[in-house]
């Protein structure tokens, strides 16, 4: 009888180390898929002088009447797209939301950096010069102040104080007729 007790201690056990080990082995992983993201946004974080300096040269450009082409080094998102999905469910409601508005800003600077001289020309065959510069200069305003937004996220982000994005911290009732600003 002793030795069925020593067995299924035993199996107890080493079930208990198998199962400890894996866990170890996930953490670690998490860990390092957390340090890989947050060194993600530090390097966009120092992408962003880059871009304000192509939206001001646009701006220039577009004042003086010319036309300059907005494509540029897109943000690096390689870790947040690969790992985000497996791993959010472990972030917090502020980091997930944090970094979800963080990485949605990139993608609409991106993608409006690189098709905005395409629309100004084919906008040509439908409207006045003046009106579609003006309409664009709007627009890269617009995108200026987004890279704001978004260094002032990625900063708090960094530091391990996401801003709270979504105002969960208020009460729905609160809110939901509110007139938001960018934050």
């Not at 494509?71 to 939301?97: K, M, Q």
């Not at 104080?161 to 609160?174: C, G, M, N, Q």
């Given at each position: 009888?002793?030795?069925?007790?020593?067995?299924?201690?035993?199996?107890?056990?080493?079930?208990?180390?198998?199962?400890?080990?894996q866990?170890?082995?996930?953490?670690?992983?998490?860990?390092?898929?957390?340090?890989?993201?947050?060194?993600?946004?530090?390097?966009?974080l120092?992408?962003?002088?880059?871009?304000r300096?192509?939206?001001?040269q646009i701006?220039?450009?577009?004042?003086?009447?010319r036309?300059?082409?907005g494509d540029?080094?897109?943000?690096?998102?390689?870790?947040?797209?690969?790992?985000?999905?497996t791993?959010?469910?472990?972030?917090?409601?502020?980091e997930?939301?944090s970094l979800?508005?963080?990485?949605?800003?990139?993608?609409?600077?991106?993608?409006?950096?690189?098709?905005?001289?395409?629309?100004?020309?084919?906008?040509?065959?439908?409207?006045?010069?003046?009106?579609?510069i003006?309409?664009?200069?709007?627009?890269?305003?617009?995108?200026?102040?987004?890279?704001?937004?978004?260094?002032?996220?990625?900063?708090?982000?960094?530091?391990?104080?996401?801003?709270?994005?979504?105002?969960?911290?208020?009460?729905?009732?609160?809110?939901?007729?509110?007139?938001?600003?960018?934050?």
């Amino acid at each position: 009888m002793s030795e069925g007790i020593s067995g299924i201690i035993g199996v107890c056990v080493g079930f208990a180390l198998a199962v400890g080990y894996q866990e170890l082995k996930e953490w670690r992983h998490r860990k390092a898929m957390r340090a890989a993201l947050l060194a993600e946004l530090k390097s966009n974080l120092y992408m962003l002088p880059q871009k304000r300096d192509i939206i001001s040269q646009i701006l220039q450009n577009l004042s003086a009447g010319r036309l300059l082409p907005g494509d540029s080094v897109r943000f690096s998102s390689g870790i947040y797209e690969a790992h985000y999905p497996t791993l959010s469910w472990r972030y917090s409601d502020l980091e997930r939301n944090s970094l979800h508005f963080i990485y949605e800003r990139f993608r609409i600077i991106d993608s409006t950096l690189a098709g905005y001289s395409d629309h100004i020309v084919e906008s040509l065959q439908s409207g006045s010069l003046k009106d579609i510069i003006g309409i664009q200069t709007a627009k890269m305003t617009d995108i200026a102040k987004e890279l704001n937004v978004a260094e002032k996220l990625i900063s708090e982000h960094l530091a391990n104080r996401p801003a709270d994005v979504l105002h969960l911290s208020k009460d729905y009732k609160e809110i939901k007729d509110a007139a938001f600003r960018k934050t």
